[in-house]
C-alpha cells in the first residue's frame, strides 16, 4: 500500500460546480497536511496547507482533514475554468521536513 | 519577490553524457530540496539540504546522482552517467526551516535523455 493514495482522474466539471478533491494515506505519524495547485509545465505552488484534524477555509478553497479516517479533502466552490490545473495533496509528520506526495488529480473546468 | 529559479528549464541530451541540474533557492531559505516527477511515480523526493547540509539521500536513486550545495544561494544536482530512464521534470523546492514551513518549488527542468 502507497503511503498516499490520490485518485488520478481526470475530472471534468462545468463551470461554477463545487468540486471535491480527496486522499487517503497510511502513515499515523503524519501530521501537516497541504495541497498543491500545478498548472501545465510549471512547479507545484501552495494552496492550502493545515495542521492536524479540522477544516480549514480560504476564498472558494476549503481543506479538510479527517485523522481518524487518514483522509483529506479540498474543496472548490463555484469553480472557474483557471481552476483547471492538477491538484497534488502532500504530507508530512511532525518531526520531518520529508514532504509524501499523492499523484495528483487532474480537473478541468469547463466554461 | 524573487522565487525559486532553475536552469536549464529544458535539457535534451544523449545516453551516456553528464547532466548538470542548477538551482537558486529564495533568499533566506535554509532548507532546500530536489524532486523528480515521472507520470508513473508521481513526485518523489530525491534529497534534502539544511544549512548547506545533505539531511536526507534516501531517495537518490543510484550512485549516478550526486548533489551539492557549496552555499546559501545555489545547489546542483548531477547525474553521470544519463540513462533513458532519467527522463522527467526535476523540481527544486525552499522553505525556510523548521518542521511546519511550506515549501516552495521553481518551475522545473524537463531532461529528456535520448
Known amino acids: 500500500q502507497k503511503e498516499v493514495e490520490q485518485d488520478p482522474g481526470p475530472l471534468s466539471v462545468p463551470e461554477g460546480a463545487i468540486v471535491s478533491l480527496n486522499c487517503t494515506y497510511s502513515n499515523s505519524a503524519f501530521q501537516y497536511f497541504m495541497w498543491y495547485r500545478q498548472y501545465s509545465r510549471k512547479g507545484p505552488e501552495l494552496l492550502m496547507y493545515t495542521y492536524s484534524s479540522g477544516n480549514k477555509e480560504d476564498g472558494r478553497f476549503t481543506a479538510q482533514v479527517d485523522k481518524s479516517s487518514k483522509y483529506i479533502s479540498l474543496f472548490i466552490r463555484d469553480s472557474q475554468p483557471s481552476d483547471s490545473a492538477t491538484y497534488l495533496c502532500a504530507m508530512k509528520a511532525g518531526g520531518s521536513e520529508k514532504l509524501v506526495f499523492g499523484k495528483g488529480t487532474k480537473l478541468t473546468v469547463n466554461p | 519577490d524573487a522565487g525559486v529559479i532553475q536552469s536549464p528549464r529544458h535539457e535534451v541530451t544523449e545516453m551516456g553524457q553528464e547532466v548538470t541540474l542548477r538551482c537558486k533557492p529564495i533568499s533566506g531559505h535554509n532548507s532546500l530540496f530536489w524532486y523528480r516527477q515521472t507520470m508513473m511515480r508521481g513526485l518523489e523526493l530525491l534529497i534534502y539540504f539544511n544549512n548547506n547540509v545533505p539531511i536526507d539521500d534516501s531517495g537518490m536513486p543510484e550512485d549516478r546522482f550526486s548533489a551539492k550545495m557549496p552555499n546559501a544561494s545555489f545547489s546542483t544536482l548531477k547525474i553521470q552517467p544519463s540513462e533513458p530512464r532519467d527522463s522527467a521534470v526535476y523540481f527544486c523546492?525552499?522553505?525556510?526551516?523548521?518542521?511546519?514551513?511550506?515549501?516552495?518549488f521553481g518551475d522545473g527542468t524537463r531532461l529528456s535523455i535520448l
Open positions: 523546492a525552499s522553505s525556510s526551516g523548521g518542521k511546519d514551513q511550506p515549501q516552495h
